[in-house]
């Protein structure tokens, strides 16, 4: 009978233990450079580490410094999954040649074509991940609904002097005015942009959230805003949130002809990711059921995959709408023709 020594059983156990320490030393660490800034998004990131042994390693900033920090590490950026929060600023990144596009059988099915970037036959750049919509809000006792129901009215002189909205160049607004001229052609889309900064209550400044408050204290009557900002202030424990929110009214912008502009938060593979295979799977599992909810329903957006529900009092209660359905991916080939027009109507 074969007897180990405790000298040869110690040194097997030692083996053992490097064995574990080289294991842990390869252990997976995938870089994430986010923009997204909500606090559920920790379980959606330990879930994925829970499932996979891949760690995720974070660093945050806005959309903006994501680019300007990818653009300046070039080839030696240990990025791998960029996640930013606006259509126009997904499709710059691609077009800087930031992103490498991603073929995923599971990616095509989930995320609808509109929803993601353009397919040159490498499969899409970026994939959306949840979406929001921009609306209008109005005082409910200044303003009649029946006169901002599309964002056309935003520049009709009828509406003079009562709006009020965060920069003209703001990703935001930028993405909007790219799906207006989508829908209205440039010389409306200039006409309705030269109104509205014509209509203006006060220069633009400030985000969504002051726009609503500026509409609640009578600043302005009219504004713009992204609807997880309302929902946000819909769901607040502040009394004083809940009492902006008795104040304003909300209404979906051109129901009856192209519907409300929607933009999306979402995500892509770094061009430079030494973790591709990684990286993928990361996406993929952002697209699943699990993931899809705590992606959009943590920042009270809808998820982009159609067969995910979220039960989000908050957003129920805005009520069903007819969004548009150009390729969200329009809206940022239209940038720079937009702020042109911003430029020359004089819409800071
Ligand atoms: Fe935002």
Same mark, same amino acid.
């Given at each position: 009978?074969?007897?180990?020594s405790l000298r040869r059983r110690l040194l097997a156990?030692?083996?053992?233990?490097?064995?574990?320490?080289a294991a842990h030393a390869q252990e997976q660490v995938?870089?994430?450079?986010?923009?997204?800034?909500?606090?559920?998004?920790?379980?959606?990131?330990?879930?994925?580490?829970?499932?996979?042994?891949?760690?995720?390693?974070?660093?945050?900033?806005?959309?903006?410094?994501?680019?300007?920090?990818?653009?300046?590490?070039?080839?030696?950026?240990?990025?791998?999954?960029?996640?930013?929060?606006?259509?126009?600023?997904?499709?710059?990144?691609?077009?800087?040649?930031?992103?490498?596009?991603?073929?995923?059988?599971?990616?095509?099915?989930?995320?609808?074509?509109?929803?993601?970037?353009?397919?040159?036959?490498?499969?899409?750049?970026?994939?959306?991940?949840?979406?929001?919509?921009?609306?209008?809000?109005?005082?409910?006792?200044?303003?009649?609904?029946?006169?901002?129901?599309?964002?056309?009215?935003?520049?009709?002189?009828?509406?003079?002097?009562?709006?009020?909205?965060?920069?003209?160049?703001?990703?935001?607004? %930028?993405?909007?005015?790219?799906?207006? +001229?989508?829908? @209205? *052609?440039?010389? !409306?889309? /200039?006409?309705?942009?030269?109104? &509205?900064?014509?209509?203006?209550?006060?220069?633009?400044?400030?985000?969504?959230?002051?726009?609503?408050?500026?509409?609640?204290?009578?600043?302005?009557?009219?504004?713009?805003?992204?609807?997880?900002?309302?929902?946000?202030?819909?769901?607040?424990?502040?009394?004083?949130?809940?009492?902006?929110?008795?104040?304003?009214?909300?209404?979906?912008?051109?129901?009856?002809?192209?519907?409300?502009?929607?933009?999306?938060?979402?995500?892509?593979?770094?061009?430079?990711?030494?973790?591709?295979?990684?990286?993928?799977?990361?996406?993929?599992?952002?697209?699943?059921?699990?993931?899809?909810?705590?992606?959009?329903?943590?920042?009270?957006?809808?998820?982009?995959?159609?067969? %995910?529900?979220?039960?989000?009092?908050? +957003?129920?209660? @805005? *009520?069903?709408? !007819?969004? /548009?359905?150009?390729?969200?991916? &329009?809206?940022?080939?239209?940038?720079?023709?937009?702020?042109?027009?911003?430029?020359?109507?004089?819409?800071?």
């Open positions: 009978m074969y007897r180990p156990a030692t083996l053992v233990l490097t064995a574990a320490g995938l870089n994430l450079y986010n923009a997204r800034h909500y606090q559920t998004d920790e379980a959606l990131y330990a879930n994925f580490t829970k499932a996979t042994g891949i760690r995720i390693q974070r660093v945050d900033a806005d959309d903006a410094g994501i680019l300007a920090r990818l653009q300046s590490e070039g080839s030696a950026s240990p990025a791998d999954v960029v996640l930013l929060v606006d259509a126009a600023r997904l499709w710059r990144a691609e077009t800087q040649g930031l992103f490498q596009p991603v073929k995923s059988a599971l990616l095509e099915q989930r995320i609808p074509a509109t929803l993601r970037g353009q397919d040159q036959g490498q499969g899409s750049a970026w994939f959306g991940f949840s979406t929001r919509a921009r609306v209008i809000v109005y005082s409910k006792v200044a303003v009649n609904k029946a006169d901002v129901d599309t964002y056309e009215e935003l520049g009709d002189p009828k509406n003079k002097g009562k709006v009020c909205t965060r920069s003209g160049s703001h990703p935001y607004n %930028v993405s909007l005015f790219g799906s207006m +001229l989508q829908h @209205l *052609g440039p010389e !409306k889309t /200039e006409a309705v942009l030269r109104g &509205t900064a014509a209509n203006m209550a006060r220069a633009p400044k400030g985000g969504d959230t002051d726009q609503i408050r500026a509409v609640a204290s009578g600043e302005c009557q009219i504004a713009l805003t992204n609807t997880y900002y309302l929902a946000r202030m819909m769901r607040s424990d502040k009394p004083e949130d809940r009492a902006v929110i008795e104040k304003v009214g909300v209404v979906f912008p051109n129901q009856q002809d192209f519907g409300t502009h929607v933009n999306v938060a979402g995500g892509a593979v770094a061009r430079h990711s030494r973790n591709r295979e990684a990286a993928v799977r990361f996406l993929e599992y952002l697209a699943s059921d699990e993931a899809q909810r705590y992606f959009a329903d943590g920042n009270n957006e809808w998820p982009t995959v159609p067969s %995910v529900k979220v039960a989000n009092p908050a +957003l129920a209660s @805005l *009520g069903a709408f !007819k969004s /548009e359905t150009i390729p969200v991916a &329009t809206v940022g080939k239209n940038q720079s023709q937009v702020q042109q027009i911003l430029d020359r109507v004089g819409y800071k």
